[in-house]
C-alpha cells in the first residue's frame, strides 16, 4: 500500500520561501492523485491545494493562490508544494494525502483521500 512521507517544512520569514515535498513509497503513485492540507493549533484542517493523477489537473484554495504551486514528478514518486511570499497565517503543519480516484482534483476538489502522510511543519515569522 502507498505510504506518504511530507518534508521540507522549516522557520522562514515573512516574505520568504519554502518547498514541501510529499514523496510517496510504493510502485502506484502514478494513479494517485495528491492533496495538500494543513493545519494551524486550535484551527480545523484547511484544504490547500491539490493535482490530479493523469492529466496534472492542479487546484488551489484562494488563502494560496498565487503564492503556491503544486507540481508532480512520478519518475520521482514526489509531489511539490512550491511556497512563496509566506506570510504568519500560513504557519501550520502540512500534510499531503493521496486517493486513487481518478476525478479528484480534475472534476472536484473534495473527495475521500485514503492515504496520509505525517506532516511537517512550517513556520512563518514576521
Known amino acids: 500500500q502507498l505510504q506518504l512521507v511530507e518534508s521540507g517544512g522549516g522557520l522562514v520569514q515573512s516574505g520568504g520561501s519554502l518547498r514541501l515535498s510529499c514523496s510517496a513509497s510504493?510502485?502506484?503513485?502514478?494513479?494517485?492523485?495528491i492533496g495538500w492540507f494543513r493545519q494551524a493549533p486550535g484551527k480545523e484542517r484547511e484544504w490547500v491545494s491539490c493535482?490530479?493523477?493523469?492529466?496534472?489537473?492542479?487546484k488551489y484554495a484562494d488563502s494560496v493562490k498565487g503564492r503556491f504551486t503544486i507540481s508532480r514528478d512520478n519518475a520521482k514518486n514526489t509531489v511539490y508544494l512550491q511556497m512563496s511570499s509566506l506570510k504568519p497565517e500560513d504557519t501550520a503543519v502540512y500534510y499531503c494525502?493521496?486517493?486513487?480516484?481518478?476525478?479528484?482534483?480534475?472534476?472536484?476538489?473534495?473527495?475521500?483521500?485514503?492515504?496520509w502522510g505525517q506532516g511537517t511543519l512550517v513556520t512563518v515569522s514576521s
Open positions: 510504493g510502485n502506484t503513485f502514478y494513479y494517485y492523485a
Open positions: 494525502a493521496a486517493t486513487v480516484d481518478d476525478f479528484y482534483c480534475s472534476g472536484y476538489a473534495n473527495g475521500y483521500l485514503e492515504v
Open positions: 493535482i490530479s493523477s493523469g492529466e496534472g489537473s492542479t
